[in-house]
T-cell receptor, first 117, second 114 residues
């Protein structure tokens, strides 16, 4: 149980385009989802906390106009990288908590490798 | 400030040898603690978690971890390492402060020699 699906797993696009990444909880409802960015051989950096039906909470230094987050349902959150540039290339990972269980672990997707040419 | 420290960036062990990965945390209250494993190019898989109670917790893949409050540590152990255990290991603290955000350690990369 507690499976998180992330799509796409890999995307290559031209500079200036926008890219949308989906994060779905397949077998549970997730009130809260998290978006992380991971640079090569480094730890995960939390970008934002996504709450269903409300605006996302961004971490300091993360541009909310650059990284648009939408959490329209209890099973889906999306991250859109707008006007992507090569410096946005990275590994993006989402996670989700089971609804109503605040002290339960986060369950992670398999990540999306984004390459901007 | 809250923090998680994994002192060892890289660890190399021989297959069949025992393993201990260190994790120290700095947090005001009793934390919720987790160990995750990440294979290259993939997401994170939960190995085990500690919330309360017995300070020695068992996880998947033969891993265990011991919570030591006096040392602010939550070290991960495995008695006999397999080649498939080669991966990146992350220790995390759940802040339990309403947003339930994790604080991750910097990770320990495990290499297993045949």
């Amino acid at each position: 149980g507690a499976v998180v699906s992330q799509h796409p797993s890999w995307v290559i696009c031209k500079s200036g385009t926008s890219v949308k990444i989906e994060c779905r909880s397949l077998d549970f409802q997730a009130t809260t989802m998290f978006w992380y960015r991971q640079f090569p051989k480094q730890s995960l950096m939390l970008m934002a906390t996504s709450n269903e039906g409300s605006k996302a909470t961004y971490e300091q230094g993360v541009e909310k106009d650059k990284f648009l987050i939408n959490h329209a349902s209890l099973t889906l959150s999306t991250l859109t990288v707008t006007s992507a540039h090569p410096e946005d290339s990275s590994f993006y990972i989402c996670s989700a908590r089971v609804r109503g269980q605040g002290n339960q672990p986060q369950h992670f997707g398999d990540g999306t490798r984004l390459s901007i040419l | 400030a809250q923090s998680v420290t994994q002192p060892d960036i890289h660890i190399t062990v021989s297959e069949g040898a025992s393993l201990e990965l260190r994790c120290n945390y700095s947090y005001g209250a009793t934390p919720y603690l987790f160990w995750y494993v990440q294979s290259p190019g993939q997401g994170l898989q939960l190995l085990l978690k500690y919330f309360s109670g017995d300070t020695l917790v068992q996880g998947i893949k033969g891993f265990e971890a011991e919570f030591k409050r006096s040392q602010s540590s939550f070290n991960l152990r495995k008695p006999s390492v397999h080649w498939s255990d080669a991966a990146e290991y992350f220790c995390a603290v759940d802040t339990t402060s309403g947003t339930y955000k994790y604080i991750f350690g910097t990770g320990t990369r495990l290499k297993v020699l045949a």
